[in-house]
């Protein structure tokens, strides 16, 4: 296939999966002679969260006082005013990563200003408010091509909406997560107040569907058994509120005698440089990622790659992609079991044999074959460019 010009779009341009998975992707299909550009709104003007070895667009994007659906429709409409005219839709393709930038593709193949476009479901949210979930549906029932990062999602959106998505997997970049520790190690550790150990790392902030409060309460039976273990909660930039669910992981946290802060017991770090997360991961002893709901968790391939055990739980998607012992597989609703295997993780055999078959598991998954799976869906979507005529 010749190279083709992406319009990638996410939602946001901070270190969410789906956002992390869209630039990977991106300069991936970079390397392989395409034009793939990144587009997100960006309120804070400050670009995406990491260096992109791919072209990225900053989208205008306007504040928003209101409520999510104010949020929601706002950024939708700050797309269609960066695409709104036909020289800004100069692309061959056009490939939403979420709602907010499928809505705006689907408005603008309605105008007649793209041919169509992909859409990834990376996972399906359930939402109270009525206008959220139908932005959500109509940004799968226009797409042209449904693509899903596991099989497990394939068969809801093949449920929900009789349609066929393909499976395109994740990725990790083995030359940024690696286990060897360097002079970032050190500094990271010092900059959240990180002892000995045991330390336990959880990965998307306090949010329902990560089951930060399964893993709260799971910390709290760890600590009777060692006193000096500490729970690095990293990451929480959402475009949703969790505030009531936050209060309730704290109030967690205070039966506990964990209240978190600065280098105590619990540490909730909030957005974290992505130059940090593979010191981080080689600092924690196992990563707990019971996730009640997850499209794929990228971050179980990191943590892999940089030699660091990992707790999953024992249902998709997790059970498509990793084999019994690549990881600790758990019920995510026992806070016992979750607790158990964290102590199972700090045993020293039990850790050798998990850092060996994870880090071959993790070296199974590329980048580049990611995005060659996504070679078929781009070709049934790509505008048909005229070829130039000579007198």
Known sequence: MTGLRIALLTHSTNPRGGVAHCLALAEALYGLGHEAVVHAPDPSGRGFFRDAACPTVSVAARPVAGNTVDLVRTRINDYL????????????????????????????????????????????????????????????????????????????????????????????????????????????????????????????????????????????????????????????????????????????????????????????????PQADMPALYRIADVLAFPSLKEGFGLCVLEAMACGTPVIVSHRPPFTEYLAPGDALFVDPGDPDDIARAMATALVPETRDRLRETGFACAAAHSWRACAERHLDAYAGCARMRQEPTHA
């Open 81 to 272: 005013i960066h695409f709104g005219s036909p020289a800004a839709c100069d692309f061959d393709v056009f490939h939403a990563h979420d709602g907010i930038g499928g809505n705006a593709l689907a408005t603008l193949k309605h105008r007649r200003l793209i041919p169509g476009f992909v859409r990834t479901v990376h996972h399906l949210d359930t939402f109270a408010e009525p206008q959220l979930a139908d932005w959500q549906d109509r940004s799968i029932q226009e797409a042209r091509r449904i693509l899903c990062v596991s099989h497990g999602w394939t068969e809801r959106v093949r449920s929900d909406f009789g349609a066929t998505p393909e499976v395109v997997g994740n990725g990790v970049d083995m030359a940024a997560y690696r286990p060897t520790p360097d002079l970032q190690d050190s500094v990271v550790r010092q900059r959240w107040g990180l002892g000995d150990g045991p330390i336990v790392l959880a990965v998307g902030g306090f949010e329902a569907r990560k089951n930060t409060l399964g893993i709260v309460e799971a910390f709290g039976r760890l600590r009777e058994r060692h006193p000096g273990a500490q729970l690095v909660i990293a990451g929480g930039a959402s475009l949703l509120d969790h505030a009531a669910y936050r209060a309730r992981c704290h109030a967690a946290l205070t039966v506990h005698g964990l209240a978190a802060g600065a280098s105590g017991p619990v540490i909730g770090t909030g957005p974290i």
